[in-house]
Each structure stands twice: as C-alpha cells, then as structure tokens.
C-alpha cells in the first residue's frame, strides 16, 4: 500500500466516533480492558472488539496479555503526537485519568512477589529514565550502572539470573496502568524494601505502609528526588 492511500486507511480509522474516543482516552498513557474501553467508546462489547481489532491492525494500538485480562495502549510516542495534533485543531481537551483505586492501595501493595501502586511505578520509571533498566524482546536487562547501583545495596544479581523465572520484566499496574517492575529482581526490590524498613507489610491485607522516614530512605537509596 502506498503512502496515500495508508495515511486513508489511517485517517478512516480515527475518523470513527468509537474509536476517536477509545483513543484519546488512552492518550494519557494508561492502558486499559476493552470493556472500558467499550464504556469509553459508548458502545457494546462485541464492537468494541470489532474497533479495537481494526485499530491494532492499522498498528495505533498494542494488546497486552496479563492473567485473564487483555488491555490495550497506544501503540507509541508517535501515535500519541498524531492525536495530540488533531485534538489541537479540534480544540477540544480531554478529561484527566482518574483511578478508583482506594487510595492506601494505590500508594503501595503487593502484586504476588513484587511491589505495585504509585510508588513502584515512580521506581520503574526512575531506573529506566537512569538507563538502569534496558528494554530486551522479553522484559528488561540490566546496564553496569544499574548492576553496581543494585549490588551496593545489597542484591545479588548474578544469583537472580540464574532463578527459574523471568529476570526483569514490565508488569501493568492495576491501579496506575502504567508498568511497575516484575520478575526476579522485582521480587528481590521488596524484600530489599521490607529488610530496610522503607515500607511495612499490612497483616490482613495486600497493602504495604510506607512512613514518610521510609519514603524518604528509599528515595535517597535511588538518587530520586521528593516529587
């Protein structure tokens, strides 16, 4: 297909009220299931796959498989300034995201093995804005200044590598929709988190408590600022 006539293609795809909605929805970066998008798209669940189908075909947006669930994104930073564009001409803004999450489980929780919330995605994001955490076909790897900065706070990483599951990989955070961080050395950044008192495991409850003297050590442990 020629240039022309995929920019059409493109264009037609967007031009669908439906899919106009579900996409500016995800411009703020967190994905979501296709029964909100469905609500989002003001349509049933059978079109609502049907539209997002078309939309993943066209490559505006990707699908994620996490247990049961599939939730879609854009597709990347590229589709987002296309839309972001035409939302300037349309000259209409869009609504904030706003999660229903109760608030001491957005903050910080378990999720299995490794911490999730607000607090594990902000860590996620800091060690791949350091370049500590490098994208890989399967999850992420290591760089030397993400090892060393891991092994100085006590974790042994070549020990982590040789487990028997995934070393360092996204995980879609239910609250934030955004990736927090996964795998082995998800798992070992807890138990580092729990060891150094930066956060405390509630007995009756997937909820972790983190004091603001913990916040502030765990903060430092990472070089990241107070937001």
Known sequence: M???????????????????????????????TSTELSVVGEVGASTASAHLARLKED????QLAQGKHRYYSLAGPEVATALEALLVVAGVPRPPFRPSTPSRLRQARTC?????????????????RQGWLIETGDGYTLSRPGEQRFAALGLDVAALRRQR????????????????????????????????????????????????RGHRRMLQAFDLAEP
Request: aromatic letters at 4%.
């Open 112 to 128: 299995y093995d490794h911490m999730a919330g607000s607090v594990a995605v902000s860590l996620h994001d800091h060690f791949t």
């Open 2 to 32: 020629d240039a022309d006539n995929r920019l059409a293609r493109i264009a037609a795809a967007i031009a669908e009220p439906a899919r106009a909605r579900m996409l500016c929805c995800l411009l703020d970066g967190h994905a979501r």
């Open 59 to 62: 490559g505006l947006l990707r």
């Open 165 to 212: 599951r995934r070393f360092a990989c996204p995980c879609l955070d239910w609250s934030e929709r955004t990736p927090h961080l996964g795998g082995s050395l998800g798992a070992a950044l807890l138990q580092l988190a729990l060891q150094k008192r930066w956060v405390e495991q509630d007995l009756d409850s997937r909820a972790l408590t983190v004091s603001p």
